[in-house]
């Protein structure tokens, strides 16, 4: 069993009966969700609302009943990944295209679970990568000018294929952003919420509860 199995067992042991569970997108996630369906399997009664049509359709695929977050305003559990966790749990997702989604479940749940091994602890919110911005197509020059005008640098995401943009699932274009080293998350956080045309961004600030770290098959708890 790797790291990222390890972590998304310990992290369905916290799925109580009759939860309503956020499943995240990603290789760890992926490994939560089958967790997930293994219990129901024992008898666990429980729902759940996917970050992602790739997760509604994992979860599917291994026999959870997927709801839509339009059916719900709060939910118990959201478990999912993050690409960087800084020292006071403040967190960077969205390498992915589901940003609105994601913190839209982190915010709706009464506990949010971060599944990681120990590569994505970082000192700092940008070590490692970029911010993932998203914008409204119409503003992302005056979005971008804005970002820029407090210090970040960087360009529209391409897809995938290199031939065209990145669209997220809600039809927004991505700026992955760079800002100087050691630069206050919590103050970039409140700047970016502040700027006309930005739609969402990946920096998840202080809505982590409970930090699941694997490392070597052995399993640290931060809260």
């Not at 911005?133 to 000018?145: C, L, N, T």
Request: hydrophobic letters at 45%.
């Amino acid at each position: 069993m790797n790291d990222k199995q390890a972590v998304a067992l310990e992290a369905a042991s916290y799925v109580k009966d009759e939860m309503i569970v956020g499943l995240g997108t990603g290789s760890t996630a992926n490994y939560f969700i089958e967790a997930l369906a293994q219990r129901q399997q024992q008898g666990l009664r429980v729902t759940t609302v996917a970050s992602s049509t790739i997760s509604m359709i994992k979860a599917q695929s291994v026999g959870l009943t997927v709801l839509g977050l339009q059916q719900l305003s709060q939910i118990d559990l959201y478990v999912d990944g993050a690409d960087e966790i800084t020292p006071d749990n403040t967190l960077l997702k969205g390498r992915g295209y589901d940003l609105v989604m994601e913190k839209l479940l982190a915010k709706a749940a009464k506990q949010f679970i971060v599944v990681a091994d120990k590569s994505k602890l970082v000192p700092h919110i940008g070590q490692n990568y970029p911010i993932p911005i998203e914008v409204m197509p119409f503003a992302w020059q005056a979005a971008k000018r804005s970002i820029e005008a407090i210090g970040g640098t960087g360009e529209l995401r391409p897809n995938v294929a290199k031939d065209g943009l990145c669209m997220t699932s809600h039809g927004s274009l991505v700026l992955d952003m760079r800002f100087e080293a050691g630069l206050d998350a919590h103050s970039l956080n409140a700047a970016l919420n502040n700027i006309p045309g930005v739609v969402e961004h990946g920096i998840f600030a202080k809505l982590a509860t409970t930090i699941l770290i694997a490392d070597q098959g052995q399993i640290a708890t931060r809260v």
